[in-house]
């Protein structure tokens, strides 16, 4: 079955350090992936996408993912975080050919300390 | 450009009646979704529009739900004798084609009481 696994529920940095949110998938296909951000009362922001080629993306906000095959894996990194990147983190992976879904992870809330 | 919209923002009902809530996709974007946010079982599909057809409802959770979409665009969804359970943020979203990005609203958040 198709899932996606966000082992971090909470994660508390301090402004300044690098942040990795960690995202681990199951997907029969090749998948596309997508980190989302949503702040709170608001709706989903596309941070990146990766559909195919270079294995290292950039998004948003100074935000970057790569995506390992080997370990079906598709962690987000920010080398120095700011106070306003405190919000929920969502990857995603999907949508195949024949239905529009995506497949959400449970979320990360990242804390940002002053 | 304009993102997509929905409407209400904010929609407080009693048990047992119905609601209709409003998407407006982003101009030119054939695919349109809908999923709902709830605390218990986070982001779940609900159902995906392709220009004024749903191939995939597979998510909808009960009989007492259905969508429609008509011009390609503005799309309903509607929710019949609603209840606690149904308390959720449901989101919109939609992409230029079916495999492409999805771009999400705001959410309309409903409060059934």
């Known amino acids: 079955a198709q899932s996606v696994t966000q082992p971090d529920i909470h994660i508390t940095v301090s402004e300044g350090a690098s942040l990795e949110l960690r995202c681990n998938y199951s997907y029969g296909a090749t998948p596309y992936l997508f980190w989302y951000v949503q702040s709170p009362g608001q709706g989903l922001q596309l941070l990146l996408k990766y559909f195919s080629g270079d294995t290292l993306v950039q998004g948003i906000k100074g935000f970057e993912a790569e995506f390992k095959r080997s370990q079906s894996s598709f962690n987000l990194r920010k080398p120095s975080v700011h106070w306003s990147d405190a919000a929920e983190y969502f990857c995603a992976v999907g949508p195949s050919s024949n239905t529009g879904k995506l497949i959400f992870g449970q979320g990360t809330t990242l804390q940002v300390k002053p | ?113």
């Open chain 2, 1 to 113: 450009g304009a993102g997509v919209s929905q409407s209400p923002s904010n929609k407080v009902t009693e048990k047992g009646k119905d609601v209709e809530l409003r998407c407006d996709p982003i101009s030119g974007h054939t695919a349109l979704y809908w999923y709902r946010q709830s605390l218990g079982q986070g982001l779940e599909f609900l159902i995906y529009f392709q220009g004024n057809s749903a191939p995939d409802k597979s998510g909808l959770p009960s009989d007492r739900f259905s969508a429609e979409r008509t011009g390609g665009s503005v799309s309903t969804l509607t929710i019949q004798r609603t209840q606690q359970e149904d308390s959720a943020v449901y989101l919109c979203a939609s992409s230029l084609k079916s495999t492409y990005e999805q771009y999400f609203g705001p959410g309309t958040r409903l409060t059934v009481t």
